[in-house]
């Protein structure tokens, strides 16, 4: 497959990404209905009872067994916790990565083998389109799902309309780019919230999301309520690689940034704060192959990277001792002469060259001799 053929046409991507929402909020309401639904609802939780004619079951502790009073205790544990850590509306691209599970952040950057298939790495990342606070973005797909070649991933930072809103009033055209391209840096770094089309997202995380208040609901996207007994009873993890993918693009790519930047002029001129921005189907298969020419598909969290440079640091200082060291070696450092020392090594020469020259008469130089040789 080319690079640039997942990206496919951007003209038909929201309406594939609203069919698909579609038929997986029905999927997923049907789940949590069934008697052996892998979703566990939150009366269940809440009450910490449950109808015994339910053949309930988690995989708390490794492996899969028949729910117990414990475990609902557990459960809700592990609910305060994720509630504690997130306090405010919204998460940080940053922050996802950061608490992402590192298998996740492995497949976002490395394929690897599910039964005889190989899944590939998600390495590419285009913003579709941006209406309002909302962007859609498109990410290659590792090819587990049958007949899906790209997810469709949802973000909304959740201040975007606020920064458009502190241009002062009455500012050209050309301060207000200005001032969006500079503003573009904050909102990279600004609460938002998340949803992905694919199963790990909504079997895994988006319970997650949904109860650290940045899961990105309807129209865009899905709430879940019902606690992952089987999927991810211990709550870990936080983030897809689709989604890990859009962090890292929105975090570090000068051309997501750029196309922010854009969207957000639009809306700071726009008096009802409203507009949309399209991605241009050229600009998105640039993207797209600049991102597959890479060298380097890793997403580092806050952590890896102080470590990383923290390594290179170390590396170069020892890189430049070795260097200095090995010219200290090749090239011995000449002792320095007083002109005393250079007169007196004149001298001996002299006399040297005297004996030397008498030597094959079987003479000596005598000491008149000698002193004139020094005087002249
Ligand atoms: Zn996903």
């Given at each position: 497959?080319?690079?640039?053929?997942w990206?496919?046409?951007?003209?038909?991507?929201?309406?594939?990404?609203?069919?698909?929402?579609?038929?997986?909020?029905?999927?997923?309401n049907?789940?949590?209905?069934?008697?052996?639904?892998?979703?566990?609802?939150?009366?269940?939780?809440?009450?910490?009872?449950?109808?015994?004619?339910?053949?309930?079951?988690?995989?708390?502790?490794?492996?899969?067994?028949?729910?117990?009073?414990?475990d609902?205790?557990?459960?809700?544990?592990?609910?305060?916790?994720?509630?504690?850590?997130?306090?405010?509306?919204?998460?940080?691209?940053?922050?996802?990565?950061?608490?992402?599970?590192?298998?996740?952040?492995?497949?976002?950057?490395?394929?690897?083998?599910?039964?005889?298939?190989?899944?590939?790495?998600?390495?590419?990342?285009?913003?579709?389109?941006?209406?309002?606070?909302?962007?859609?973005?498109?990410?290659?797909?590792?090819?587990?799902?049958?007949?899906?070649?790209?997810?469709?991933?949802?973000?909304?930072?959740?201040?975007?309309?606020?920064?458009?809103?502190?241009a002062?009033?009455?500012?050209?055209?050309?301060?207000?780019?200005?001032?969006?391209?500079?503003?573009?840096?904050?909102?990279?770094?600004?609460?938002?919230?998340?949803?992905?089309?694919?199963?790990?997202?909504?079997?895994?995380?988006?319970?997650?999301?949904?109860i650290?208040?940045?899961?990105?609901?309807?129209?865009?996207?899905?709430?879940?309520?019902?606690?992952?007994?089987?999927?991810?009873?211990?709550?870990d993890?936080i983030?897809?690689?689709?989604?890990?993918?859009?962090?890292?693009?929105?975090?570090?790519?000068?051309?997501?940034?750029?196309?922010?930047?854009?969207?957000?002029?639009?809306?700071?001129?726009?008096?009802?704060?409203?507009?949309?921005?399209?991605?241009?189907?050229?600009?998105?298969?640039?993207?797209?192959?600049?991102?597959?020419?890479?060298?380097?598909?890793?997403?580092?969290?806050?952590?890896?990277?102080?470590?990383?440079?923290?390594?290179?640091?170390?590396?170069?200082?020892a890189?430049?001792?070795?260097?200095?060291?090995?010219?200290?070696?090749?090239?011995?450092?000449?002792?320095?002469?007083?002109?005393?020392?250079?007169?007196?090594e004149?001298?001996?020469?002299?006399?040297?060259?005297?004996?030397?020259?008498?030597?094959?008469?079987?003479?000596?130089?005598?000491?008149?001799?000698?002193?004139?040789?020094?005087?002249?």
């Amino acid at each position: 497959m080319a690079d640039t053929d997942w990206v496919g046409k951007l003209s038909g991507a929201a309406g594939e990404a609203k069919t698909r929402y579609q038929d997986e909020t029905a999927k997923l309401n049907h789940a949590v209905k069934k008697s052996d639904s892998i979703i566990l609802s939150p009366r269940d939780i809440l009450t910490g009872e449950w109808d015994a004619a339910r053949t309930l079951e988690t995989t708390l502790g490794g492996i899969q067994r028949h729910i117990t009073k414990e475990d609902l205790a557990a459960f809700s544990q592990n609910i305060e916790t994720v509630k504690q850590r997130h306090t405010l509306e919204g998460i940080k691209a940053q922050q996802v990565i950061d608490l992402s599970d590192a298998l996740d952040r492995k497949r976002t950057s490395s394929s690897y083998k599910l039964g005889k298939k190989t899944i590939e790495p998600i390495t590419q990342a285009s913003p579709v389109l941006a209406n309002g606070q909302v962007i859609r973005f498109i990410t290659n797909a590792g090819g587990s799902t049958p007949g899906v070649t790209r997810h469709h991933v949802v973000v909304e930072f959740v201040k975007l309309n606020a920064f458009a809103s502190a241009a002062k009033r009455g500012d050209k055209d050309t301060t207000i780019r200005a001032f969006a391209q500079k503003t573009a840096k904050d909102l990279v770094k600004s609460p938002l919230k998340f949803y992905c089309d694919c199963e790990r997202h909504k079997y895994w995380y988006c319970y997650i999301a949904t109860i650290g208040n940045f899961a990105l609901g309807k129209p865009y996207g899905l709430l879940q309520h019902g606690y992952p007994k089987i999927t991810n009873p211990t709550l870990d993890g936080i983030a897809c690689k689709h989604v890990i993918r859009v962090m890292r693009e929105i975090t570090t790519s000068p051309h997501v940034q750029s196309y922010l930047a854009k969207h957000l002029e639009k809306i700071t001129l726009s008096h009802k704060k409203q507009g949309t921005t399209q991605q241009s189907q050229k600009d998105a298969e640039i993207l797209a192959r600049t991102q597959a020419n890479r060298t380097d598909h890793t997403v580092q969290t806050t952590d890896e990277k102080k470590a990383a440079a923290a390594d290179a640091k170390a590396a170069r200082a020892a890189k430049a001792k070795q260097a200095i060291t090995k010219l200290a070696a090749k090239a011995p450092v000449p002792e320095r002469k007083t002109p005393k020392l250079k007169q007196a090594e004149a001298a001996a020469d002299k006399v040297a060259a005297l004996r030397a020259a008498l030597a094959p008469f079987g003479l000596e130089p005598t000491q008149e001799q000698i002193n004139a040789v020094l005087k002249g």
